[in-house]
């Protein structure tokens, strides 16, 4: 049977006073341990956080340099290119031009000797003619 005696009364403070003191050496200091850790962790997150967030703004200037170049250097072979075709459309213009200055004069080289040939043979052909009528007639046609 229980009996309320002054043992009970040692026993409720020393309860009391033992509470005190285990909330003192024990509970306070691993409360303030588990605190601690949990700011420092909040802390690293935070970090995290923040190194993750200059992380994609580093990578978004990046692909905007990246765009940036690939343009520099596509006007820059857009620009070779239509220097190239600019160069080869003068060149063949100089080629075509050579081409037909050469060509009118090799066809005015051959109308001359056409025009010679011609000439000649008209002057031929009355001789020719007259050799021909002689012969076939049997007798020289020179009067």
Request: aromatic share 4%.
């Amino acid at each position: 049977m229980i009996t309320i005696d002054i043992t009970m009364f040692i026993h409720i403070v020393n309860m009391i006073v033992l509470m005190f003191v285990l909330n003192a050496i024990l509970y306070k200091p691993v409360q303030s341990i588990l605190q601690k850790r949990q700011e420092k962790l909040d802390s690293l997150n935070n970090d995290v956080e923040q190194f993750e967030q200059n992380a994609r703004h580093r990578q978004k200037e990046v692909d905007k340099k990246m765009r940036e170049a690939s343009a520099r250097a596509k006007e820059a072979l857009d620009t070779a290119r239509g220097e190239a075709q600019a160069v080869g459309s003068e060149k063949l213009a100089g080629i075509r031009s050579e081409t037909d200055s050469e060509k009118e004069k090799n066809l005015s080289d051959i109308r001359a000797q056409i025009d010679a040939a011609r000439k000649e043979l008209q002057e031929g052909a009355s001789d020719f003619a007259k050799d021909m009528a002689g012969k076939i007639l049997g007798r020289s046609l020179e009067a």
